[in-house]
């Protein structure tokens, strides 16, 4: 068995450090980090990206396209319904996919319910995602004490009064 002539310690770390004699310390290989093309330069990831497809892309991914998508319905009411049904509605709740609209009159009410499978349309074909399946359209906000969720039968309030 030959041993090598050993080298001087300046020599043995020069060529370490040269990468021309490999460390005894060494004995892992360095693994190799996987390329995922995420970082690679020049690939079509990498683009750089507009600002609305930037706030799209988040808006998707967090979840917030409906709420988003029911106040754009409310800021661009006068576009869905029309300038002139505009100027007497105006939409007031959205529950479980019924909006609500409130007329000036009760006759607008009633124009406006003829008018209903129209508006319901435009609105779906222009904001699916808001979840709109009915529209339900009131008069003015009087208040009634015999009709609503919360009525009870009987008399109501009138035997309070004495």
Excluded: C
């Amino acid at each position: 068995m030959t041993e090598e002539p050993e080298l001087p310690e300046t020599m043995a770390t020069y060529l370490r450090l040269r990468g021309l004699e490999p460390s005894p310390y060494r004995k892992r290989k360095r693994r190799r980090r996987a390329d995922d093309g995420e970082n690679a330069p020049f690939t079509p990831g990498r683009d750089p990206h507009g600002l609305g497809d930037v706030l799209s892309t988040l808006t998707r991914s967090a979840g917030w396209e409906p709420q988003l998508s029911r106040e754009d319905l409310v800021r661009t009411w006068d576009e869905v319904a029309g300038a002139e049904t505009a100027a007497h509605t105006r939409p007031v709740a959205l529950d479980n996919g019924t909006l609500t609209v409130q007329a000036d009159s009760t006759a607008w009410a009633k124009q406006l319910q003829l008018m209903r499978a129209h508006i319901l349309s435009e609105i779906v074909r222009r904001f699916p995602e808001a979840g709109v399946e009915a529209i339900r359209f009131v008069g003015p906000d009087v208040p009634s004490w015999k009709w609503g969720p919360r009525a009870v039968p009987g008399r109501g309030p009138r035997d309070t009064y004495g």
